[in-house]
């Protein structure tokens, strides 16, 4: 049975940041795309940022954390990070790890492609 557990969420303030993580298991934790998703009320799930598990570990971002989040992995504890900061108040969601079994991370933002999330962890910047 496929597991992700995220973790490191919290309330910050502005200019602050965050380390997410998110803990696979059950699953085959090398050559795949990883991916972090965040969703704020009311509006769909965007994608944050994405990292390939294996060989060149090539990481991809949405514009507006570029700069400012790093996605990073640790294979031997199957264990994929998201470090964030300078904190905005439009960073404020609940962030998800998603995984999929499909080679490569093209199209790594689509969250129909992905079939495995975790529940997710609130994250809440205030100004």
């Known amino acids: 049975q496929v597991q992700l557990v995220e973790s490191g969420g919290g309330s910050v303030q502005a200019g602050g940041s965050l380390t997410l993580s998110c803990v696979i298991s059950g699953f085959t934790y090398s050559g795949n795309c990883m991916a972090w998703f965040r969703q704020a009320p009311g509006k769909g799930r965007e994608g944050v940022a994405s990292?390939?598990?294996?060989?060149?570990?090539?990481?991809y971002y949405t514009a507006s954390v570029k700069g400012r989040f790093t996605i990073s992995q640790d294979n031997a504890k199957n264990t994929v990070y998201l470090q964030m900061n300078d904190l905005i108040p439009e960073d404020t969601a609940m962030y998800y790890c998603?995984?999929?079994?499909?080679w490569g991370c093209g199209n790594w933002a689509s969250a129909g492609s992905y079939p495995y999330w975790g529940r997710g962890t609130q994250v809440t910047v205030s100004s």
């Open positions: 998603s995984t999929r079994v499909q």
């Open positions: 990292i390939w598990t294996s060989g060149s570990s090539s990481t």
